[in-house]
Nanobody, 125 residues
């Protein structure tokens, strides 16, 4: 079992940046690819970024236009998400997720086995 705890959410003005952290405990962290998802009010959950177990491969959806950067520190059992040039449309609960695989960068929700409780990000205009 892997436990995930997100932190770093909050209120930020449009155009600003925010760095989220996700601390993992439990099983060996480097057996897992990691991902960040988000869910806005009355919308489905969507992928924001994913990173392979080693950190050498990443995935981002096109709609973010390069505003997101995912990274991980396996020695610290932590994965990060840096969001730049935030827009009000980025307002959502951001979730960290773990997929037990050393192959690729999963980007579908069903590929992930463990989820954190989420951290709220609110972007004001």
């Amino acid at each position: 079992q892997v436990q995930l705890v997100e932190s770093g959410g909050g209120l930020v003005q449009a155009g600003g940046s925010l760095k989220l952290s996700c601390a993992a405990s439990g099983r060996t962290f480097d057996n897992y690819a990691m991902g960040w998802f988000r869910q806005a009010p009355e919308k489905g959950r969507e992928i924001v970024a994913a990173i392979s177990w080693s950190g050498d491969r990443t995935y981002y959806p096109d709609f973010l236009n390069g505003r997101a950067t995912i990274s991980r520190n396996n020695a610290m059992n932590t994965v990060y998400l840096l969001m730049n040039n935030l827009e009000p449309e980025d307002t959502a609960v951001y979730y960290c997720a773990a997929a037990r695989t050393r192959i690729g960068t999963p980007f579908r929700e069903y590929e992930y086995n463990h989820w954190g409780r989420g951290t709220q990000v609110a972007v004001s205009s």
